[in-house]
């Protein structure tokens, strides 16, 4: 992956990202100068994003790959590897703050039941605990889906977390900042689409789906010592369900 992208967007472009307005998806896309010249299409799920790019309903997908705190973002991995034809443009990494987020004048002790993305919820166990040991949790399919929820249903004991720009788009209140367990959290974006191979820089990155045809002794260790052998550093190693 490469800071640029094989060709750049132009105005004619569809860039899909996980919406609603207000996602860390979108935060991070609107410091993309470039791709933020084309027409930006909020999806309401990952799969969908990823959908949309490989059928040509948009040019590009922006989709969150891997988070600092709670490692890769499965959905993503194993669609670009299982199922979607899609190349991998650039990657995009950008700090995470979380907050909890409530309608105006909602007391954080009030607060019974926190939405958000799954991912989000996790990075958040250790001030749930603290501050709402009670509260039950559900899964949104964004951060930004959340907040809009929260919003629209004005339930002052229903909070999400979400970034704090989420608050402005959608009328709420900070009820809780920085509410994450480390506060150094980052995460890893990418850009796809279904042709296109960016130039090499020589500062490059990689990601390489790998199958075996048969199960053998030291059939991992070969792989391995290719890579060994021609000086090329592995950053991460991971395996995958077959789902077969």
Do not use: W
Not at 134 to 157: I, Q
Request: hydrophobic share 45%; proline share 8%.
């Amino acid at each position: 992956m490469t800071p640029a992208a094989a060709s750049a967007p132009d105005a004619s472009q569809r860039v899909g990202f996980l919406g609603p307005a207000g996602t860390f998806t979108e935060q991070a896309l609107l410091t993309q100068p470039d791709l933020c010249r084309g027409e930006l299409v909020p999806l309401p799920s990952i799969p969908d994003v990823l959908a949309a790019a490989g059928d040509g309903r948009v040019d590009l997908g922006f989709v969150a790959i891997e988070n600092a705190i709670e490692g890769t973002v499965n959905v993503t991995q194993d669609t670009l590897a299982f199922e979607a034809d899609l190349l991998i443009q650039r990657e995009v990494v950008i700090p995470v703050e979380l907050c909890l987020l409530g309608v105006a004048g909602a007391p954080l002790d009030g607060v019974t039941r926190v939405i958000s993305f799954p991912h989000a919820t996790a990075q958040c166990r250790g001030f749930l605990a603290r501050s709402l040991p009670a509260a039950a949790t559900d899964a949104t399919n964004s951060t930004a889906d959340a907040a809009r929820l929260v919003a629209d249903t004005g339930d002052p004991s229903c909070a999400a977390i979400a970034p704090a720009r989420a608050a402005e788009v959608y009328g709420l209140d900070v009820l809780a900042a920085s509410i994450a367990d480390h506060p150094e959290n980052a995460t890893r974006f990418v850009v796809v689409a279904p042709h296109g191979i960016p130039a090499p820089t020589g500062h490059d990155k990689t990601s390489i789906v790998v199958y075996q045809r048969a199960d053998a002794p030291g059939s991992l260790l070969g792989i391995l010592q290719e890579f060994a052998a021609r000086n090329i550093n592995l950053s991460k190693l991971e395996s995958r369900p077959t789902k077969t």
